[in-house]
């Protein structure tokens, strides 16, 4: 199915353990991204990247890191996790802005508990 | 940097009835797009309608439409005839037309109706 998946949908680890979470798009957006929610912040930028083998920081990039080796794919792992890592984790694509559709799409979303 | 404001965490309105949700923004670009998500109870992402900042005319979408002023820096979303299913949190976000691309949301408002 066409479209933008993740997983696990839900994980709980246990503080100090590396996790990683997976993001998978079919539409071939050059465009894609690492949210976390959590509440009375609302959405959060963890990282990005515009295209394979180009990532960028975001508003809140400390204890993660992203890889992007294929255009569909972009993982995200927690090398460490900490308590404060727990939340919800949204992944969304899109083409450039300048394009003539720019939308993000978002996936559903990896809860994740870090005791 | 960008940033976007919902001043109002939590609303209320009867079913039949139309609610007002606002939303301010700062920042010193010219072109850029505006958007407002719904988020149900069930996590998704679900873009509601899209403003750029280049259109005078206010997006309309159903019973959903925008009151964009450029100057103020102003984005509030109307919902129309409001229905049980429109209970969710609503998220305005932010989009540079160009370079930084990631969206910035605001806080959101959670949205209850009333039956």
């Known amino acids: 199915d066409a479209g933008i998946t993740q997983s696990p949908r839900y994980k709980i680890t246990e503080t100090g353990r590396q996790v990683t979470l997976m993001c998978h798009q079919t539409?071939?957006?050059?465009?894609m991204f690492w949210y976390r929610q959590d509440l009375g912040h609302g959405l959060r930028l963890i990282y990005y990247?515009?295209?394979?083998?180009?990532?960028d920081k975001g508003e809140v990039p400390d204890g993660y890191v992203v890889s992007r080796s294929k255009t569909e794919n972009f993982p995200l792992t927690l090398e460490s996790a900490t308590r404060s890592q727990t939340s919800v984790y949204f992944c969304?694509?899109?083409?450039?802005?300048?394009?003539?559709?720019?939308?993000?799409?978002f996936g559903p979303g990896t809860r994740l508990t870090v005791l | 940097a960008q940033t976007v404001t919902q001043s109002q965490p939590e609303m209320s309105v009867q079913e039949a009835e139309t609610v007002t949700l606002s939303c301010t923004y700062d920042?010193?670009?010219?072109?850029?797009?505006l958007f407002w998500y719904k988020q149900p109870p069930s996590r998704q992402m679900i873009l509601v309608i899209r403003q750029e900042a280049y259109k005078q005319q206010n997006a309309t979408e159903n019973r959903f439409s925008v009151n964009f002023q450029k100057a103020a820096k102003s984005f509030s979303l109307k919902i129309s005839d409001s229905q049980l299913g429109d209970a969710a949190m609503y998220f305005c976000?932010?989009?540079?037309?160009?370079?930084?691309?990631?969206?910035?949301f605001g806080k959101g408002t959670r949205l209850s109706v009333i039956a």
């Open positions: 976000a932010y989009r540079s037309y160009s370079g930084n691309t990631p969206l910035v």
């Open positions: 969304a694509s899109s083409e450039p802005p300048d394009a003539s559709y720019n939308e993000q799409f």
């Open positions: 990247s515009a295209a394979a083998d180009i990532t």
């Open positions: 539409w071939s957006h050059s465009y």
């Open positions: 920042t010193s670009e010219s072109d850029y797009y």
